[in-house]
């Protein structure tokens, strides 16, 4: 197997077994990272799988993709486009897990890129808009600790009084 697809597929193994863990309405994402979620404007059918929520999860070469609805299929397709592309592009296609929602991820995307992402399984669409991290994410920490293993016990964390270890710090 070409390395780049066996690194691909272990990202894929990693998102299903991520999200095969996490409840319904739970989030893989943490609270302070930015996610899109689109809703579809779909009626629905008693008969028919339906589309109803699409999230995603961007990262900065990836885009994490999870699609919530009614009876959904066991695969569906996954494209994506740039924002300023017309062609489309296709991804792995997305998985059913044991819960019911389809999973599936973006992989060797652009830092900083906007795109165009649609789930597609005959006869649904859903489609949403996103744009995935920079590569040099802003960081600004609430406090600067110092430790310095040489210093002496009972420092404050300061520069000029650092703590002997980072346990102190905690």
Do not use: C
Request: proline share 6%; hydrophobic share 40%; net charge negative.
């Amino acid at each position: 197997m070409n390395a780049k697809y066996s690194v691909a597929f272990s990202y894929i193994i990693i998102a299903f077994l991520l999200f095969s863990i996490l409840p319904a309405g739970a989030s893989a994402a943490p609270d302070d990272i930015t996610h899109a979620s689109v809703a579809s404007n779909k009626t629905f059918s008693n008969n028919h799988s339906s589309f109803i929520k699409l999230n995603l999860y961007p990262n900065i070469e990836t885009i994490g993709v999870i699609v919530s609805g009614i009876d959904l299929p066991k695969t569906a397709e996954l494209i994506y486009r740039q924002n300023n592309e017309t062609n489309w592009h296709t991804g792995h296609p997305l998985m059913r897990i044991d819960d019911g929602r389809l999973v599936g991820s973006l992989f060797e995307l652009l830092p900083s890129t906007s795109y165009s992402i649609k789930v597609v399984d005959g006869e649904n669409t859903i489609e949403g808009l996103i744009s995935t991290q920079p590569e040099n994410l802003q960081f600004t920490p609430l406090n600067i600790l110092h430790v310095d293993d040489d210093a002496t016990p009972g420092g404050d964390g300061t520069l000029s009084s650092p703590f002997q270890n980072i346990q102190d710090g905690i």
